[in-house]
C-alpha cells in the first residue's frame, strides 16, 4: 500500500517553515524556488516510492558529482542546458523575434580572461601535431551589414579532446582567444583541428549515462561568445560536418545552421605559402548574425559562474 503525506497541511505547514516562509528574513525568490524543491521532491518519493537505500545512494552520487566538477557536464548531458536553449527559442517566437545564427549551449569548459587581439590570430602553441587550421568568416547584423568591433571569443579541445586550464599539461589558454572583427567583420584564426572527447569513464556523469544505456562522446566542434554593442549576446558552436556523433551527441549541441564544412587541402605550395610545414591543412569558414538588442542586458551573456584564469 502506497502511502502519501506530502499533500496533507501538516507537511506543507512544515515546509513552508523549512523554507523561511515563516519569517521576513533571508530572500523571498530563494525561498520560492527550496519550496518547489522540497514539494516536488516529497511527491517524487511518493510517487516512485524511493527507498531509504535509493534516496542516500542519490545524495552520495550528488557528493561525488560535486566532488569531480561534474555538475555542469551532467547538465548538458541530461539535456538540461539544451532545454535552456529551447524554452529561450519558444520566448523569442512568442515575442516576435527571430532570425539570427542559432545558438546552442556553452558547456562548462570556458575560461574568461583569453588574450585579446585585432583581427586574427593564431590559437595554439604550437606543441600539438595536430592537422592546421585556419578558420575564418564574417560577423553581420540581422540586415546583413558587417559588424566591426565585434568580439569573437573562440575555444576549443586538442587533439586529445581536453581543454587547457582543465588540462594542466596545455600552456595558458592554449586554444582559447579573444578576436576583435576588422572594417569588413571578419575574424581570421590559425589554429588546429580539434578532437571530439567522451565523458571519464570513471567519472559520476558517465556512471549516470551507463545506467541510461547512452554513450557519452561529443562530436569535433568549436564554441563560440559572439557580442557586438547594440546587438544581442550569441552563445554557439560550430559542430564539423561528417563526425561521427555529429547528430548523436551526448551534449545535444548540434543544430541546423551550426555546421561547418572542413575543407582539408593537400598542396605543398600552398601550406609553404601559408606558414605551414608539410603539405596538409584545413580551412573552416563561418559567418555569424546577430540579432539586435532589445535591452541592454541582452547584449550580455549569461551570469553563469566560469573559470577565471589569471593571465
Same mark, same amino acid.
Given at each position: 500500500?502506497?502511502?502519501?503525506?506530502?499533500?496533507?497541511?501538516?507537511?506543507?505547514?512544515?515546509? %513552508?517553515?523549512?523554507?523561511?516562509?515563516?519569517?521576513?528574513?533571508?530572500? *523571498?525568490?530563494?525561498?520560492?524556488?527550496?519550496?518547489?524543491?522540497?514539494?516536488?521532491?516529497?511527491?517524487?518519493?511518493?510517487?516512485?516510492?524511493?527507498?531509504?537505500?535509493?534516496?542516500?545512494?542519490?545524495?552520495? !552520487?550528488?557528493?561525488?558529482?560535486? +566532488? &569531480?566538477?561534474?555538475?555542469?557536464?551532467?547538465?548538458?548531458?541530461?539535456?538540461?542546458? $539544451?532545454?535552456?536553449?529551447?524554452?529561450?527559442?519558444?520566448?523569442?517566437?512568442?515575442?516576435?523575434?527571430?532570425?539570427?545564427? *542559432?545558438?546552442?549551449?556553452?558547456?562548462?569548459?570556458?575560461?574568461?580572461?583569453?588574450?585579446?587581439?585585432?583581427?586574427?590570430?593564431?590559437?595554439?602553441?604550437?606543441?600539438?601535431?595536430?592537422?592546421?587550421?585556419?578558420?575564418?568568416?564574417?560577423?553581420?547584423?540581422?540586415?546583413?551589414?558587417? #559588424?566591426? +568591433?565585434?568580439?569573437?571569443?573562440?575555444?576549443?579541445? %586538442?587533439?586529445?579532446?581536453?581543454?587547457?586550464?582543465?588540462?594542466?599539461?596545455?600552456?595558458?589558454? %592554449?586554444? &582559447?582567444?579573444?578576436?576583435?572583427?576588422?572594417?569588413?567583420?571578419?575574424?581570421?584564426?590559425?589554429?588546429?583541428?580539434?578532437?571530439?572527447?567522451? @565523458?571519464?569513464? /570513471?567519472?559520476?556523469?558517465?556512471? @549516470? #549515462?551507463?545506467?541510461?544505456?547512452?554513450?557519452?562522446?561529443? *562530436?569535433? $566542434?568549436?564554441?563560440?561568445?559572439?557580442?557586438?554593442?547594440?546587438?544581442?549576446? #550569441?552563445?554557439? /558552436?560550430? %559542430?564539423?560536418?561528417?563526425?561521427? !556523433?555529429?547528430?548523436?551527441?551526448?551534449?545535444?549541441?548540434?543544430?541546423?545552421?551550426?555546421?561547418?564544412?572542413?575543407?582539408?587541402?593537400?598542396?605543398?605550395?600552398?601550406?609553404?605559402?601559408?606558414?605551414?610545414?608539410?603539405?596538409?591543412?584545413?580551412?573552416?569558414?563561418?559567418?555569424?548574425?546577430?540579432?539586435?538588442?532589445?535591452?541592454?542586458?541582452?547584449?550580455? &551573456?549569461?551570469?553563469?559562474?566560469?573559470?577565471?584564469?589569471?593571465?
Amino acid at each position: 500500500m502506497t502511502v502519501k503525506i506530502s499533500h496533507t497541511a501538516d507537511i506543507q505547514a512544515f515546509f %513552508n517553515q523549512v523554507a523561511g516562509l515563516d519569517h521576513a528574513e533571508g530572500k *523571498p525568490r530563494f525561498k520560492q524556488i527550496i519550496l518547489r524543491v522540497l514539494q516536488d521532491t516529497a511527491r517524487l518519493i511518493e510517487d516512485l516510492e524511493i527507498t531509504e537505500d535509493e534516496f542516500w545512494h542519490a545524495v552520495d !552520487y550528488l557528493n561525488r558529482l560535486g +566532488g &569531480r566538477n561534474e555538475a555542469g557536464l551532467l547538465a548538458a548531458g541530461l539535456g538540461i542546458e $539544451h532545454f535552456l536553449d529551447l524554452l529561450q527559442d519558444a520566448k523569442d517566437a512568442e515575442a516576435g523575434l527571430g532570425g539570427g545564427t *542559432p545558438r546552442t549551449i556553452e558547456g562548462p569548459l570556458y575560461v574568461a580572461g583569453a588574450p585579446l587581439a585585432q583581427g586574427e590570430v593564431r590559437m595554439d602553441d604550437g606543441t600539438d601535431p595536430g592537422v592546421v587550421m585556419f578558420l575564418q568568416g564574417q560577423v553581420f547584423d540581422a540586415n546583413g551589414k558587417p #559588424l566591426a +568591433g565585434a568580439t569573437v571569443d573562440l575555444w576549443h579541445a %586538442n587533439t586529445q579532446g581536453t581543454y587547457s586550464y582543465f588540462d594542466s599539461t596545455q600552456s595558458e589558454f %592554449n586554444l &582559447r582567444r579573444r578576436i576583435i572583427t576588422d572594417a569588413e567583420g571578419r575574424y581570421r584564426a590559425r589554429s588546429i583541428v580539434p578532437s571530439g572527447y567522451g @565523458c571519464d569513464p /570513471q567519472g559520476p556523469t558517465q556512471e @549516470c #549515462l551507463d545506467l541510461l544505456g547512452r554513450h557519452g562522446q561529443r *562530436p569535433a $566542434h568549436v564554441h563560440f561568445f559572439i557580442s557586438a554593442p547594440g546587438h544581442r549576446h #550569441l552563445t554557439t /558552436q560550430i %559542430n564539423f560536418a561528417g563526425d561521427k !556523433y555529429l547528430w548523436d551527441d551526448f551534449a545535444y549541441a548540434t543544430r541546423d545552421g551550426l555546421i561547418g564544412e572542413l575543407r582539408f587541402v593537400e598542396d605543398a605550395a600552398a601550406a609553404r605559402d601559408r606558414g605551414v610545414q608539410g603539405e596538409r591543412f584545413a580551412e573552416l569558414s563561418f559567418d555569424f548574425r546577430l540579432q539586435g538588442a532589445q535591452s541592454p542586458d541582452a547584449e550580455e &551573456r549569461s551570469h553563469r559562474p566560469r573559470a577565471l584564469q589569471e593571465g
